[in-house]
């Protein structure tokens, strides 16, 4: 039920051609007239003679055919939204979660963290540390004219972690996961600035 593309509802207010505002009522009325069904009902907004309710077809037509005068035709406001109910606070209690819908403790969580970078590095670094980012850094400093250090590389690593971690729904354990083992790369590579042994 349209009228102008604009979907007809509960609480809308609409000017008809001879400009009369109603406001519509019903978007569900079962009255018929002559055969044909005007499931749209609304009432006269302000002082006017006659205070029964008028009908419109689906398209907004009046049900009186010498009374196009009433027929629909400008959408003068929307129904106002519905309260927002306040928040109730449960007792703690009365919250039950499933366990394998939890990521783990910090500490399960840094182990696991953990195990990703044992795994990683027996694949991919060499004896003195992770070897991509260090790599990575000095090819966009030459690309981009950019002093990037190898540090901050895993810090825009773990910022994109955080990213995919906080634009989705729930938690996911993969960003979450990755991105502690980059803080840990993070604050290795910024010793080894410092002059640390790692």
């Known amino acids: 039920m349209a009228v102008q593309g604009i979907e007809l509802a509960v609480g809308q207010r609409w000017r008809t051609r001879g400009g009369?505002?109603?406001?519509?009522?019903?978007?569900?009325?079962?009255?018929?007239?002559?055969?044909?069904?005007?499931p749209v009902m609304g009432n006269f907004v302000g002082a006017h003679p006659g205070p029964a309710p008028i009908y419109w077809t689906a398209e907004g037509g009046n049900h009186r055919q010498q009374a196009s005068g009433l027929d629909?035709?400008?959408?003068?406001?929307?129904?106002?939204?519905a309260p927002v109910p306040q928040a109730v606070d449960l007792p703690v209690e009365s919250i039950e979660l499933a366990a394998a819908d939890l990521p783990g403790r910090a500490?399960?969580?840094?182990?696991?963290a953990a195990g990703h970078l044992r795994d990683?590095?027996?694949?991919?670094?060499?004896?003195?540390?992770?070897?991509?980012?260090a790599q990575t850094v000095?090819?966009?400093?030459?690309?981009?004219?950019a002093s990037m250090t190898e540090a901050q590389g895993w810090h825009f690593m773990q910022i994109l972690k955080?990213?995919?971690?906080?634009?989705?729904?729930?938690?996911h354990q993969d960003s979450g996961e990755d991105c502690v083992a980059y803080a840990a790369?993070?604050?290795?590579?910024k010793a080894r600035e410092g002059g640390a042994a790692c």
């Open 138 to 145: 000095a090819i966009f400093n030459q690309f981009h004219g």
């Open 162 to 171: 955080d990213v995919r971690l906080f634009t989705r729904d729930g938690y």
């Open 20 to 38: 009369a505002v109603f406001e519509i009522k019903d978007v569900g009325s079962s009255f018929v007239h002559e055969g044909y069904p005007y």
């Open 185 to 189: 790369l993070k604050c290795e590579a």
């Open 72 to 81: 629909l035709v400008e959408l003068i406001s929307q129904p106002a939204p």
């Open 107 to 112: 500490p399960d969580i840094l182990e696991t």
């Open 120 to 133: 990683r590095a027996a694949t991919y670094d060499k004896p003195e540390g992770e070897r991509s980012m």
